[in-house]
């Protein structure tokens, strides 16, 4: 339902004005690409995670779309004290690689949130059942910010330098932004993969008890998809290995050990 009267609200706008939306190179990522993760809690195999990038493009009003969806869950014996069903949904626009949908389910211990939200890129608003707020240009949601983060050129990249976008969360604006720290080889079930290495800044004080206290690493090649993630909690410590991949869009070009 919402999409649909998202779809007529983005016909509305004359087509010089959605012309003049920016135009990505993206050659980091395709429809097809699914990404498989493992999540440890300390030394429990706590739960998996999943991103996927659906095999058929769609349409919203005149704009093609990626339709991307990542999924989170809890398993085993972490399943039974703390249940974690999460899935996120982002309509990303094939060639501005902004999004115009976001959608939000989650429930984890008990805790749901169940959210909309439609961007207008041309009238620079995001509207949820609660808000309607200013934007600046070219703001993202949370799933569609790390697909064109993904999309950056890093290749001259020195340590300590930072990259920042603006994305919505909770009918807000936050400033989103990560610190290059440089580059380091990782040992993974697929061999040794040249990494990229970084510190995105976080939200103090909601999840995390410092701003720099996850650390993410990803393939130092055109795919630049994520390897593995650490990060510091309130509550303890969290990893995420990378499990399998599927449909890249480039050759793994950084697995260091490849014949």
Avoid at 14 to 35: H, I, P, Y
Avoid at 229 to 254: C, H, P, R, W
Wanted: hydrophobic share 40%; net charge neutral.
């Amino acid at each position: 339902m919402l999409a649909t009267i998202l779809s007529f609200l983005l016909i509305q706008p004359d087509v010089d004005a959605q012309n003049k939306l920016r135009t990505v190179e993206n050659r980091a990522f395709k429809s097809g690409e699914v990404l498989e993760y493992r999540v440890h809690y300390g030394i429990i195999d706590a739960g998996e995670a999943r991103l996927e990038v659906m095999p058929d493009k769609k349409n919203i009003g005149p704009r093609e779309v990626y339709h991307v969806v990542g999924t989170g869950q809890t398993k085993g014996a972490f399943d039974w004290f703390f249940k974690v069903r999460d899935r996120y949904e982002s309509f990303v626009d094939s060639q501005a690689l902004i999004p115009w949908l976001f959608i939000r389910r989650v429930n984890e211990g008990g805790y749901k949130i169940n959210q909309d939200v439609s961007f207008n890129h041309v009238k620079n608003i995001a509207v949820s059942k609660k808000a309607t707020i200013a934007t600046p240009q070219n703001v993202q949601d949370l799933i569609s910010a790390f697909y064109y983060a993904r999309t950056l050129d890093y290749s001259n990249a020195q340590k300590g330098d930072i990259f920042e976008l603006d994305a919505y969360l909770d009918d807000a604006v936050i400033p989103i932004k990560f610190v290059f720290v440089g580059r380091e080889n990782l040992k993974t079930k697929f061999g040794n993969i040249n990494c990229l290495k970084f510190h995105p800044q976080l939200l103090e004080g909601r999840v995390f008890k410092n701003k720099e206290d996850m650390t993410l690493w990803v393939s130092d090649d055109e795919n630049k998809i994520p390897i593995r993630a650490e990060a510091q909690i309130l509550v303890g410590s969290v990893k995420m290995d990378i499990k399998n991949y599927s449909g890249l869009a480039n050759e793994l070009s950084s697995l260091a050990d490849k014949k």
